[in-house]
Each structure stands twice: as structure tokens, then as C-alpha cells.
């Protein structure tokens, strides 16, 4: 099964979300980012098919955002793109890609509605919330 996670390693969501699938048996390609950012048509096309705006698909916490001017309202999506290329930490975090879809997730959660394979079974993310029961249902 093909799933790819544009994972940065430094941030708990993406960990979370690393353990999420594989906690479904599934070895994902992992990307990291920030060393290899995706090209313009992949970019958009992750953000599109996750339902996104690019707005929504950009990160502002502990990034330049702010700094670049990105906080104007006028600021175009393409703009946005460009910054989001030259600046990769302006990509919000983590992107989980499927056959089933894409899915930004924050929550980490956010990736079970993609995932192919049902949970083998409990899941905790590291401040210790259960995600998911010993029976590999999603605890609500």
C-alpha cells in the first residue's frame, strides 16, 4: 500500500501521525520536508486533494511567515506557493498521502480517515492521550 507522510521529525503531530500508520501495519515512504521539499505540482495537488485553501495548507506558528509579508490579506495564493517552495517550513505539517486521499493532519488522528488498514491495536500519542483502543478502534 502506498502511503507517503511529509514528516518532520522535530514536530510530536508528525511523529504521532508516523506511529498512526504504522501502528496499521504500514512502512510509509517518509519524506522529510524540509531537506526535500515537494515540487510546485506536487505541492498544490497534496493541498487540493486534502480540500485545502493554500492559506489553510500554511504554516505561521515558528516560521517566517509574519516576516514575509504573508500575513496581507492581498498576499495570492501563488504568492503563497512560491513562499511555501522557497521556505519549506512554511508547509504545515504532517501531510499523509493515500490511494484513500490526502489528509493534513493536525490532528495526528485526521490520518485514520485515509488509512487503508484498520489499527492492530492501542495507540497513545507521546503526552499520552489514547487514540485508539486495545481492539484498534478509535477511541472517541
Do not use: W
Not at 510509509?28 to 505540482?41: G, W
Not at 517550513?89 to 504532517?94: E, G, K, V, Y
Request: hydrophobic share 40%; net charge negative; aromatic share 4%.
Amino acid at each position: 500500500m502506498d502511503v507517503t507522510i511529509y514528516h518532520n521529525p522535530a514536530c510530536g503531530t508528525s511523529r504521532n501521525t508516523l506511529g498512526l500508520i504504522r501502528n496499521a501495519g504500514i512502512e510509509p515512504v517518509v519524506i522529510e520536508y524540509l531537506q526535500n521539499p515537494p515540487d510546485r505540482a506536487t505541492l498544490v495537488g497534496m493541498i487540493e486533494r486534502a480540500g485545502l485553501s493554500v492559506r489553510e495548507a500554511v504554516r505561521e506558528k515558528g516560521t517566517p511567515f509574519a516576516e514575509l509579508g504573508l500575513d496581507n490579506p492581498a498576499t495570492t495564493d501563488e504568492q503563497l506557493v512560491d513562499a511555501m517552495l522557497a521556505h519549506p517550513i512554511l508547509i504545515n505539517r504532517p501531510f499523509v498521502v493515500t490511494p484513500l486521499g490526502a489528509r493534513l493532519c493536525r490532528p495526528s488522528e485526521a490520518v485514520l480517515e485515509i488509512l487503508p488498514a484498520a489499527q492492530r491495536g492501542a495507540f497513545s500519542k507521546e503526552d499520552g492521550e489514547r487514540v485508539v483502543d486495545a481492539e484498534g478502534k478509535p477511541v472517541k
